[in-house]
């Protein structure tokens, strides 16, 4: 893909794509601090990441997904489709499959005409252990 554009797989760009694949989700931030850990590798400036983790989206490569309010995180397309489940009490992510949204996407095209891209969709809430610590919380409904 790179060469039919004319640019060149150059070796941050492959540490950056490894980088995310074994992570399986991760900001900007968390690209950057795991390459500078790698033992004996040089050195990626944080600009080269930023470009990097760009393009490997533009080819198609990686998908970016608010899961925190503060950066995008970013995932191999090969991951597959899914919702985030994140809860904003403890923090923790977990994944649903992208099919649990698809009454929300159906009802939404019925009643408005949006045709949503529910495959990488971000939900926020209080996940079941959370939810179990503390029962009556009055900002959730039922």
């Known amino acids: 893909m790179l060469h039919a554009r004319g640019l060149r797989l150059t070796p941050q760009r492959e540490r950056v794509l490894a980088v995310v694949r074994r992570l399986g989700h ?11 850990d790698e033992a004996g590798a040089p050195a990626v400036d ?7 983790l760009a393009l490997l989206e533009e080819l198609g490569l990686l998908a970016r997904t608010a899961l925190e309010r503060r950066a995008e995180s970013f995932h191999p397309v090969e991951h597959g489709g899914h919702l985030h489940l994140v809860c904003e ?4 992510v977990a994944e ?4 649990a949204a698809a009454g929300l996407a159906s009802d939404l095209l019925h009643r408005t005409g949006f045709a949503a891209d529910v495959t990488h969709l971000a939900l926020r809430g209080r996940c079941a252990a959370c939810r179990a610590a503390h029962p009556t919380d009055p900002t959730e409904a039922s």
């Open 96 to 99: 649903a499959p992208a099919q």
């Open 89 to 92: 009490a403890c923090g923790g």
């Open 46 to 52: 944080a600009s080269t990441v930023y470009r990097a």
């Open 26 to 36: 991760a900001t900007p931030e968390d690209v950057v601090a795991a390459l500078r």
